[in-house]
């Protein structure tokens, strides 16, 4: 048995979308570590691609918007005996049509909307699915560093909350399991949901600059913190968000950063 422990543990995981995203990272590293693996995807079209990474594999196709369909799913998972032993939240979304706009201007639908897809999802699956996890499973979510960048836009808030969530959700299954929920707080990433966000190439950038070491944060360095929050390995961590970001959080006065700027014309 190895140290994380992850032998023939189901897991559930959401948000692969391609091989740049953390969620398909961090199923490629349990399926590496001897975990079995069942996925959620929004549409066929990316079921077909999830599929293609990874073969034979439970997909099960699920609007997170739609209460039925969650409530469904869980039933579903009931039905067909499936116990897991953790599940991976990885899923966000934010309406950036219109570009970043002063937070004070958010659209109240486009607020929602991402609420309910970014945050309550978190706490609607894990309410469907507790009857399946086993009673010490793990449950691990994807947040941000404390960048509280601007062009994040409403973005910011919401991953606010989703934090506040995990703690909350902790706290409730403590009442009757030892499931445990934490949340894995990553530095900007170079993937294809980060694309979307308007200027986000400047800021990541820049937070590279900011690391201790000057490089930029690998999403396989996220993906290694998640496996371990959901392994056996991390059973003494609960209600807590491990902040992934090479030192950045702790660096922003870096002295070359600093000389930069003050030598600027």
């Known amino acids: 048995m190895s140290f994380?422990?992850?032998?023939?543990?189901?897991?559930?995981?959401?948000?692969?979308?391609?091989?740049?995203?953390?969620?398909?990272?961090?199923?490629?590293?349990?399926?590496?570590?001897?975990?079995?693996?069942?996925?959620?995807?929004q549409n066929?079209?990316?079921?077909?691609?999830?599929?293609?990474?990874?073969?034979?594999?439970?997909?099960?196709?699920?609007?997170?918007?739609?209460?039925?369909?969650?409530?469904?799913?869980?039933?579903?998972?009931?039905?067909?005996?499936?116990?897991?032993n953790g599940f991976l939240h990885s899923i966000a979304f934010a309406n950036y049509s219109e570009g970043i706009k002063p937070f004070h201007e958010t659209n109240l639908q486009d607020y929602l909307q991402a609420s309910n897809i970014s945050c309550f999802s978190l706490v609607s699956l894990s309410n469907a699915i507790k009857n399946v996890l086993v009673s010490d499973a793990s449950v691990v979510t994807i947040s941000i560093s404390s960048t509280k960048a601007t062009n994040?836009?409403?973005?910011?808030p919401i991953k606010a909350s989703l934090d506040a969530a995990v703690l909350f959700l902790a706290k409730s299954f403590s009442k009757d399991t030892k499931i445990r929920f934490n949340a894995v707080c990553a530095g900007p990433l170079k993937t294809s949901a980060s694309a979307g966000i308007p200027g986000y190439i400047d800021n990541y950038l820049y937070a590279e600059q900011l690391t201790m070491r000057h490089q930029a944060l690998d999403t396989q360095e996220v993906a290694n913190s998640v496996v371990f929050l959901l392994s056996p390995a991390s059973s003494g961590v609960n209600a807590s968000g491990m902040v992934v970001d090479a030192g950045m959080s702790s660096n922003y006065f870096d002295e070359s950063v600093v000389q930069a700027f003050a030598k600027r014309d």
């Open 4 to 41: 994380l422990k992850l032998e023939d543990k189901t897991f559930l995981i959401t948000g692969v979308a391609n091989k740049k995203s953390v969620a398909y990272f961090s199923a490629k590293t349990l399926e590496e570590n001897g975990a079995d693996l069942i996925f959620t995807v």
């Open 44 to 84: 066929d079209d990316i079921k077909e691609k999830v599929s293609k990474l990874f073969p034979n594999k439970k997909i099960y196709i699920l609007d997170v918007e739609n209460t039925n369909e969650v409530e469904a799913f869980g039933k579903k998972l009931e039905e067909e005996k499936i116990k897991l």
């Open 152 to 156: 994040y836009g409403y973005m910011g």
